[in-house]
């Protein structure tokens, strides 16, 4: 069964959000159309073909990026990736075509292509009956030709041509289709629908507020993020990031209204944050926090407010206190982009979410820094 | 019109008299004026050619077959050139068109200053083939076992690298091999550029009847003991255990003698065919024909005169007579000659005019008859029928290489002329053993 054209956008973006390079790479397939597929495409009901189509569509929407994999030829007719290209006889087209040498015989003149004069080992001619037997005394072997086998057209220079495996279509080379295959990276834009769900963007996507949790948009924080990263590097300020995920079952267990839960969390650990900090939904249970002029020694400092603020929500709540385990990280030279920035929070969260030790343990920080 | 008829008229009258007075002699006079071209080289000649002739009408030319056995053992073609970058790219095409199926092909520059290692490079980096380069030139003995160090083949085929070689000659070569007691095999040598002048035709007349035929002849006898280097065959152990190739001038018969020495046979592959390009000056052809004449002297009656001596472990009959057929052609007929010619002057000063006309008739007799043999039964000379033109003038070509090679013979008995010839660089004549 088709899947609606929605369904098969969040599947693909949801699958290359599940990549740990965020990136859906095609591999080589001989039995796909173009020669490539992407891994857990099956699983997603969508075939290659329409997977390839989508992808080019959501990179033309804005929600991935494409990056180049690989660049061939492929048949004009049906683009299928399986083409012989072979030389054929300019006469006929036949590709029944072998290349060899031309030979000319001194004594008589005759000049015909090498398997013309091939008797056994030796060369006869064919016109006057005498041995060739010395190059250069009694022949000269003046260029390479080429012998159609199916009409004996003589050809200093074969065509060539393509036959498809597709289609069976035969056509000239120039005709082949020049293509490129690209993998393609899930952005900012296509992260933020993974987590709302929906391609459509009604907080808006490219907005500036999350009217729901009364936080930045995604894509305002995405921004955000590569200028203060930019202006970190270039002012030499310490910049760092916490990922927060809140489990709201467990704040709330058994309630209905998981998103009133949540919202009842993100509200209480956005009182935390400075003012001067962008926090924004990274997905739909995670928060993202940008700890501006805040060093590796600041962090834990801000994690303890918003453990505070946390406890004071569940508190109030009368639910159980929670732990909270960010996924924070402090920008230094490991991170040349504001993309691996945010990749190593993401790393480090995934890390403590699943029990793995940290990478790194901070160093030890003697003086608590002034950080308001 | 006059001075013509009157030219004409005495040439006759000469030409008569010349007859008249060879008709007149009796046959002790005949045998007295004649007997240098009665009991020299003409009957051996003669019977040499007769014999190859024979050979050739009862013991049909092996022909090359239509196709070769799976098993061929690798031969390994060694050609070592100094300053040949003209001629090395057909040197390379014509072993690439040879029919046997089994080739390594090794490329030596002995330190050439033209650009040859380059062209040789160049080869390599497009046919198959190996190429080594010495820094400076080391002379052809020490390129050749350069060669052979290299070689993997069990057969090494040597050849100059201004000649070119048939398509069948290295089969032709190697087949002689299936006789175990044959530890060499020289080719065919004819001359490539025997257009380019008279010279040239006369030296392609010369290889025909010495070279080709000669060698047939000594060959079925065996008595053979030279492989010339422009093109031989070798088995490689044997040529490995006779220590390769010793430096100096001759190095390519001393080697053929060192291997007879361990009694082994030496063939002759008359359908090996080499191109070789000959000397197109007067002064070219004398350097060239001083340096092989030299050697009989320098290799056969000094280095290799134990060949003599009963008492040599190796001791052959054949080597012997072979080493004795050489001196009395190469060393004992010219001054036979010259023995002839001053014999004739003094004592014939009347009739001296008539004895040397009639001796170049004769002589042109039994050259048309010899060339004709020669072009019959090495059929791929045909096209050298025109050659037939200059056979009058070919007794002067004779006898100009019989003074030379006088003077060769003089020059090493004397002087040792062959251990300064430049054929060797400077530094190993310097070290060269002195015989």
Same mark, same amino acid.
């Given at each position: 069964?088709?899947?609606?054209?929605?369904?098969?956008?969040?599947?693909?973006?949801?699958?290359?959000?599940?990549?740990?390079?965020?990136?859906?790479?095609?591999?080589?397939?001989?039995?796909?159309?173009?020669?490539?597929?992407?891994?857990?495409?099956?699983?997603?009901?969508?075939?290659?073909?329409?997977?390839?189509?989508?992808?080019?569509?959501?990179?033309?929407?804005?929600?991935?990026?494409?990056?180049?994999?690989?660049?061939?030829?492929?048949?004009?007719?049906?683009?299928?990736?399986?083409?012989?290209?072979?030389?054929?006889?300019?006469?006929?087209?036949?590709?029944?075509?072998?290349?060899?040498?031309?030979?000319?015989?001194?004594?008589?003149?005759?000049?015909?292509?090498?398997?013309?004069?091939?008797?056994?080992?030796?060369?006869?001619?064919?016109?006057?009956?005498?041995?060739?037997?010395?190059?250069?005394?009694?022949?000269?072997?003046?260029?390479?030709?080429?012998?159609?086998?199916?009409?004996?057209?003589?050809?200093?220079?074969?065509?060539?041509?393509?036959?498809?495996?597709?289609?069976?279509?035969?056509?000239? $080379? =120039?005709? *082949?289709?020049?293509?490129?295959?690209? @993998?393609?990276?899930?952005?900012?834009?296509? +992260?933020? %629908?993974?987590?709302?769900?929906?391609?459509?963007?009604?907080?808006?996507?490219?907005?500036?507020?999350?009217?729901?949790?009364?936080?930045?948009?995604?894509?305002?924080?995405?921004?955000?993020?590569?200028?203060?990263?930019?202006?970190?590097?270039?002012?030499?300020?310490?910049?760092?990031?916490?990922?927060?995920?809140?489990?709201? $079952? =467990?704040? *709330?267990?058994?309630?209905?209204?998981? @998103?009133?839960?949540?919202?009842?969390?993100? +509200?209480? %650990?956005?009182?935390?944050?400075?003012?001067?900090?962008?926090?924004?939904?990274?997905?739909?249970?995670?928060?993202?926090?940008?700890?501006?002029?805040?060093?590796?020694?600041?962090?834990?400092?801000?994690?303890?407010?918003?453990?505070?603020?946390?406890?004071?929500?569940?508190?109030?709540?009368?639910?159980?206190?929670?732990?909270?385990?960010?996924? *924070?990280?402090?920008?230094?030279?490991?991170?040349?982009?504001?993309?691996?920035?945010?990749?190593? %929070?993401?790393?480090?969260?995934?890390?403590?979410?699943?029990?793995?030790?940290?990478?790194?343990?901070?160093?030890?920080?003697?003086?608590?820094?002034?950080?308001? | 019109?006059?001075?013509?008829?009157?030219?004409?008229?005495?040439?006759?009258?000469?030409?008569?008299?010349?007859?008249?007075?060879?008709?007149?002699?009796?046959?002790?006079?005949?045998?007295?004026?004649?007997?240098?071209?009665?009991?020299?080289?003409?009957?051996?000649?003669?019977?040499?050619?007769?014999?190859?002739?024979?050979?050739?009408?009862?013991?049909?030319?092996?022909?090359?077959?239509?196709?070769?056995?799976?098993?061929?053992?690798?031969?390994?073609?060694?050609?070592?050139?100094?300053?040949?970058?003209?001629?090395?790219?057909?040197?390379?095409?014509?072993?690439?068109?040879?029919?046997?199926?089994?080739?390594?092909?090794?490329?030596?520059?002995?330190?050439?200053?033209?650009?040859?290692?380059?062209?040789?490079?160049?080869?390599?980096?497009?046919?198959?083939?190996?190429?080594?380069?010495?820094?400076?030139?080391?002379?052809?003995?020490?390129?050749?076992?350069?060669?052979?160090?290299?070689?993997?083949?069990?057969?090494?085929?040597?050849?100059?690298?201004?000649?070119?070689?048939?398509?069948?000659?290295?089969?032709?070569?190697?087949?002689?091999?299936?006789?175990?007691?044959?530890?060499?095999?020289?080719?065919?040598?004819?001359?490539?550029?025997?257009?380019?002048?008279?010279?040239?035709?006369?030296?392609?007349?010369?290889?025909?009847?010495?070279?080709?035929?000669?060698?047939?002849?000594?060959?079925?006898?065996?008595?053979?003991?030279?492989?010339?280097?422009?093109?031989?065959?070798?088995?490689?152990?044997?040529?490995?255990?006779?220590?390769?190739?010793?430096?100096?001038?001759?190095?390519?018969?001393?080697?053929?003698?060192?291997?007879?020495?361990?009694?082994?046979?030496?063939?002759?592959?008359?359908?090996?065919?080499?191109?070789?390009?000959?000397?197109?000056?007067?002064?070219?052809?004398?350097?060239?024909?001083?340096?092989?004449?030299?050697?009989?002297?320098?290799?056969?009656?000094?280095?290799?005169?134990?060949?003599?001596?009963?008492?040599?472990?190796?001791?052959?009959?054949?080597?012997?007579?072979?080493?004795?057929?050489?001196?009395?052609?190469?060393?004992?007929?010219?001054?036979?000659?010259?023995?002839?010619?001053?014999?004739?002057?003094?004592?014939?000063?009347?009739?001296?005019?008539?004895?040397?006309?009639?001796?170049?008739?004769?002589?042109?007799?039994?050259?048309?008859?010899?060339?004709?043999?020669?072009?019959?039964?090495?059929?791929?000379?045909?096209?050298?029928?025109?050659?037939?033109?200059?056979?009058?003038?070919?007794?002067?070509?004779?006898?100009?290489?019989?003074?030379?090679?006088?003077?060769?013979?003089?020059?090493?008995?004397?002087?040792?002329?062959?251990?300064?010839?430049?054929?060797?660089?400077?530094?190993?004549?310097?070290?060269?053993?002195?015989?």
């Amino acid at each position: 069964m088709m899947l609606p054209t929605s369904e098969r956008y969040l599947g693909l973006l949801k699958l290359a959000a599940r990549n740990p390079q965020q990136l859906l790479s095609p591999v080589p397939d001989p039995s796909a159309l173009n020669g490539f597929s992407f891994p857990g495409i099956s699983e997603l009901g969508i075939s290659t073909r329409d997977a390839f189509d989508d992808l080019e569509q959501l990179a033309e929407l804005g929600y991935v990026d494409r990056q180049f994999a690989e660049r061939g030829y492929f048949c004009w007719q049906c683009g299928h990736h399986a083409l012989l290209f072979r030389e054929v006889c300019p006469s006929c087209t036949s590709s029944n075509v072998e290349v060899g040498d031309l030979l000319h015989h001194f004594r008589c003149g005759h000049t015909a292509p090498e398997t013309e004069f091939q008797d056994g080992v030796r060369y006869t001619c064919r016109k006057c009956g005498h041995q060739l037997r010395h190059i250069g005394v009694d022949y000269e072997r003046p260029a390479s030709s080429y012998l159609c086998g199916s009409c004996n057209y003589v050809s200093t220079e074969p065509d060539t041509a393509c036959l498809c495996l597709g289609c069976g279509q035969r056509f000239e $080379a =120039e005709r *082949a289709e020049l293509r490129t295959i690209y @993998a393609y990276r899930i952005n900012a834009r296509g +992260t933020l %629908a993974v987590t709302r769900g929906e391609l459509g963007d009604a907080r808006g996507a490219g907005g500036l507020v999350d009217t729901e949790f009364g936080l930045y948009t995604f894509t305002y924080f995405d921004e955000r993020l590569t200028q203060e990263v930019a202006a970190s590097k270039r002012y030499k300020r310490p910049l760092s990031m916490m990922l927060v995920a809140f489990d709201p $079952a =467990e704040f *709330a267990p058994g309630s209905q209204d998981i @998103a009133q839960a949540m919202r009842h969390l993100v +509200t209480g %650990a956005k009182e935390s944050l400075r003012d001067c900090d962008c926090a924004a939904m990274f997905r739909e249970d995670c928060l993202a926090a940008l700890l501006t002029d805040t060093d590796a020694n600041g962090v834990p400092f801000a994690l303890k407010r918003m453990q505070t603020a946390i406890d004071k929500t569940t508190d109030a709540a009368g639910a159980a206190r929670l732990v909270l385990q960010p996924g *924070a990280v402090t920008l230094d030279e490991s991170h040349p982009t504001a993309r691996a920035f945010f990749d190593d %929070a993401r790393a480090t969260l995934h890390r403590l979410q699943s029990g793995e030790p940290a990478a790194e343990e901070p160093a030890p920080s003697p003086p608590p820094p002034a950080a308001e | 019109m006059d001075t013509l008829t009157l030219f004409f008229n005495f040439t006759l009258d000469y030409l008569e008299s010349a007859v008249d007075w060879a008709l007149g002699l009796n046959f002790y006079q005949f045998i007295r004026v004649f007997w240098a071209f009665l009991f020299l080289e003409t009957p051996r000649y003669l019977f040499a050619n007769l014999f190859v002739l024979y050979l050739w009408l009862w013991d049909r030319p092996v022909i090359e077959p239509h196709k070769f056995p799976v098993e061929t053992p690798l031969v390994t073609v060694v050609v070592p050139a100094l300053n040949e970058a003209d001629t090395i790219h057909e040197v390379v095409r014509s072993l690439r068109e040879q029919t046997y199926p089994n080739i390594e092909i090794i490329l030596i520059d002995d330190g050439s200053t033209d650009g040859t290692g380059e062209k040789m490079s160049l080869l390599a980096a497009h046919y198959d083939l190996r190429v080594h380069r010495m820094a400076r030139r080391q002379g052809k003995s020490a390129a050749i076992n350069v060669g052979l160090s290299m070689a993997r083949g069990e057969f090494v085929v040597l050849m100059d690298s201004d000649s070119t070689l048939e398509r069948s000659t290295v089969w032709h070569l190697v087949r002689h091999f299936e006789d175990p007691k044959i530890g060499a095999v020289s080719g065919n040598l004819t001359v490539r550029n025997h257009n380019h002048s008279v010279l040239t035709r006369l030296q392609a007349i010369e290889y025909l009847l010495s070279l080709s035929m000669d060698r047939r002849f000594k060959a079925e006898l065996g008595i053979l003991s030279i492989v010339p280097g422009a093109i031989g065959a070798y088995r490689r152990e044997l040529l490995s255990n006779v220590g390769g190739l010793e430096p100096g001038p001759g190095c390519d018969s001393d080697a053929t003698i060192r291997i007879r020495k361990l009694g082994r046979q030496i063939a002759f592959a008359q359908d090996a065919i080499c191109r070789t390009t000959s000397p197109t000056s007067v002064f070219k052809l004398m350097k060239q024909r001083l340096r092989w004449d030299r050697n009989l002297v320098r290799n056969r009656a000094r280095k290799h005169k134990d060949i003599f001596y009963p008492s040599f472990a190796n001791f052959r009959l054949s080597s012997m007579i072979s080493f004795a057929d050489a001196f009395f052609f190469l060393a004992l007929l010219p001054a036979l000659w010259l023995i002839y010619t001053v014999d004739m002057f003094f004592n014939y000063p009347g009739d001296y005019d008539f004895i040397l006309l009639t001796m170049l008739v004769l002589h042109y007799i039994s050259m048309t008859f010899r060339t004709l043999t020669g072009l019959i039964v090495c059929q791929f000379e045909y096209r050298l029928v025109p050659l037939l033109l200059v056979l009058p003038i070919y007794p002067f070509y004779r006898l100009f290489l019989k003074l030379i090679r006088l003077t060769a013979l003089g020059q090493e008995v004397f002087f040792r002329k062959s251990y300064q010839d430049p054929f060797a660089p400077a530094q190993v004549r310097a070290q060269m053993e002195i015989y």
